[in-house]
């Protein structure tokens, strides 16, 4: 069975930056199950994978465009520390804010007395995305899994 829309697939994977250091991985996990087609995965990873058996490995490397987008400047701005409503706020914190497109988690990244500086684009924003994959399962998703647009069980979302 091959790779292609509505599959229920599962990997095992290990993510590095371009200075080869690991940001991510399912070593000593479940490995990460996904609906291919159904945008459960950066597009440039689910594209790679897409025609792919059991047992097959890859390595590819993925271009911001097709992993979590460009840096974007304007997602970075300073705000009051009031907006805190007097928590003690300190850089790598992640916070949800409401915004014109909806919830986005933003991350504290400098604070300067009462100015704090957040960040809107996803902490991966801006990087080429080295993957080591192994393709464990492929199965047809369940009706339900279609329905819901995501894997049930181990690996993937239970209810």
């Known amino acids: 069975m091959q790779i292609t829309k509505d599959k229920a697939v599962q990997i095992n994977y290990t993510l590095k930056n371009d ?14 199950a996904y609906l291919h087609g159904h945008h459960g995965i950066i597009p440039g990873l689910e594209n790679a994978l897409e025609g792919k058996s059991i047992g097959d490995k890859l390595e ?13 400047e304007g997602m970075v701005q300073v705000v009051e520390r009031k907006m805190f409503e007097g928590m003690d706020v300190s850089p790598g914190m992640q916070f949800q804010a409401q915004t014109s ?23 991966l924003a801006g990087q080429t995305l080295h993957f080591s994959v192994e393709i464990v399962e492929i199965r047809d998703a369940s009706e339900e899994e279609l329905a819901h647009g995501h894997v049930h069980g181990p ?5």
């Open 60 to 72: 590819v490397s993925i271009e911001p465009q097709e992993g979590y987008g460009e840096h974007q």
């Open 19 to 32: 200075s080869g250091e690991v940001l991510d991985s399912s070593e000593g996990a479940d490995p990460l």
């Open 101 to 123: 497109q909806g919830v986005q988690v933003v991350t504290v990244t400098a604070v300067d007395g009462d100015e704090i500086t957040i960040d809107g684009n996803h902490p």
């Open 155 to 159: 690996g993937g979302h239970s209810h």
